[in-house]
T-cell receptor, first 115, second 106 residues
Framework: NAGVMQNPRHLVRRRGQEARLRCSPM?????VYWYRQLPEEGLKFMVY????????ESGMPKERFSAEFPKEGPSILRIQQVVRGDSAAYFC?????????????FGPGTRLTVL | KNEVEQSPQNLTAQEGEFITINCSYS?????LHWLQQHPGGGIVSLFM???GKKKHGRLIATINIQEKHSSLHITASHPRDSAVYIC????????FGAGTRLTVKP
């Protein structure tokens, strides 16, 4: 049973480009969470999704950021018109169906660098 | 004041020492999590607990719900334990502490 997969592991973008980060949850998991870790800062919650539904996006910046978890395929975190301040490690976690407070399993992260 | 406070921020120990990292929180929780992050690496979930104590190998995690406090202990520490240890609490979402950077010297 593979763990949570994220790709790419490293992503370099120039200012103004789009960044797409992918997350494949563990088999049998239907809940996906995205977190951001800015350089020298702690982790911050961004968004919580179930299949085809955004449950909680209270941590998402109001503009340029969006997330989806389609019926088929990985969850996507999309950042449009990236700026230098978007440079961070983005972690995805997944948990099994049920209580949101279930144990979450983290992916290896995608390190985004905006030039 | 952060909702999840960890101490110490940084900790250096000699190999073999017993280590304690503390976590206090100020919000209602369903569970508390201890995570480990190696430099430049991913995040590993060490423990999830809502009461009492859990043990896994040389790691022990305890929680006191009344006092809103948890501790992570490492017995017989080893240089490979060097990492950032993060306390997180979950209810409707997950809130993270700033992490404790542990360095274990041989």
């Amino acid at each position: 049973n593979a763990g949570v997969m994220q790709n790419p592991r490293h992503l370099v973008r120039r200012r103004g480009q789009e960044a797409r980060l992918r997350c494949s949850p563990m088999k049998g998991h239907s809940h996906v969470y995205w977190y951001r870790q800015l350089p020298e800062e702690g982790l911050k919650f961004m968004v919580y999704l179930q299949k085809e539904n955004i449950i909680d996006e209270s941590g998402m910046p109001k503009e340029r950021f969006s997330a989806e978890f389609p019926k088929e395929g990985p969850s996507i975190l999309r950042i449009q018109q990236v700026v230098r301040g978007d440079s961070a490690a983005y972690f995805c976690a997944s948990s099994p169906p049920g209580d949101r407070a279930n144990e979450q399993f983290f992916g290896p992260g995608t390190r985004l660098t905006v030039l | 004041k952060n909702e999840v406070e960890q101490s110490p921020q940084n900790l250096t120990a000699q190999e073999g020492e017993f280590i304690t990292i503390n976590c206090s929180y100020s919000v209602g929780i369903s569970a508390l999590h201890w995570l480990q992050q190696h430099p430049g690496g991913g995040i590993v979930s060490l423990f999830m607990l809502s009461s009492g104590k859990k043990k896994h190998g040389r790691l022990i995690a305890t929680i006191n719900i009344q006092e809103k406090h948890s501790s992570l202990h490492i017995t017989a520490s080893h240089p490979r334990d060097s990492a950032v240890y993060i306390c997180a609490v979950s209810n409707n979402d997950m809130r993270f502490g700033a992490g404790t950077r542990l360095t274990v010297k041989p």
